[in-house]
């Protein structure tokens, strides 16, 4: 599995992906949104604290056992964050600044796939939501609602490309055996359309954002 997620923790992300995007894009209200953010950073959590215990410190697998860990605290702290946000009527810059940290750690779990467990797969579905904690930091400190929208429309796509599909290939036991070459051009390609989406909608008239 390298440095990743369990299968249903995976499956999760892409639901709350899925309904955090639909709240960019103003199609979902932020409060209607609120349960399923903490039920699934709540799940995340627990799953990350019972593969952490399930492994010896001294074992050769801690490492990316820990690093899994890590990925799903990292999901597990922005869905609570999120909820708790939305909960509490916050402006959203602090859960900005959350995400560019997020980003960052996106990052090093990338290359410790490409690396360490040698999940050349899994380090492409990091490198992508290093990506997507880096628009949603750009979308929750500039305010600009043309970047909070295409920011929503990254996340639909990546809810989709980066883990409800992988969930259900590593859970039918295809996962392996998908091309790391389609995978790639997959994400480059929500990125590419996430770029696009900002740049219309930047020039898109006032009327045409609702």
Do not use: H
């Amino acid at each position: 599995m390298g440095a990743g997620m369990s299968d249903l923790a995976l499956l999760f992300v892409g639901a709350v992906l899925l309904v955090n995007g639909l709240v960019f894009l103003e199609r979902v209200d932020g409060k209607a949104a609120i349960p399923v953010n903490l039920l699934t950073g709540g799940l995340l959590l627990f799953s990350a604290l019972l593969q952490i215990l399930e492994v010896d410190t001294t074992s050769p697998d801690y490492a990316a056992t820990a690093f899994g860990a890590a990925g799903l605290s990292v999901f597990g702290f922005t869905y609570l964050t999120v909820g708790g946000n939305s909960l509490f009527g916050g402006s959203g810059t602090a859960l900005g600044w959350f995400c560019v940290w997020a980003a960052g750690i996106a990052a090093v779990l990338a290359i410790v796939n490409f690396t360490l467990t040698g999940d050349v797969n899994m380090a492409w579905l990091w490198s992508a939501w290093a990506v997507l904690f880096a628009a949603f930091f750009i979308a929750l400190t500039s305010n600009a609602v043309y970047l909070t929208k295409a920011a929503g429309v990254l996340a639909i796509l990546q809810s989709v490309s980066t883990a409800t599909i992988p969930a259900l290939l590593r859970i039918g036991g295809a996962w392996e055996s998908t091309s790391v070459l389609l995978i790639a051009i997959v994400q480059i390609a929500v990125v590419a359309t996430y770029i696009a989406a900002a740049m219309y909608w930047r020039r898109a008239p006032a009327d045409t954002m609702a």
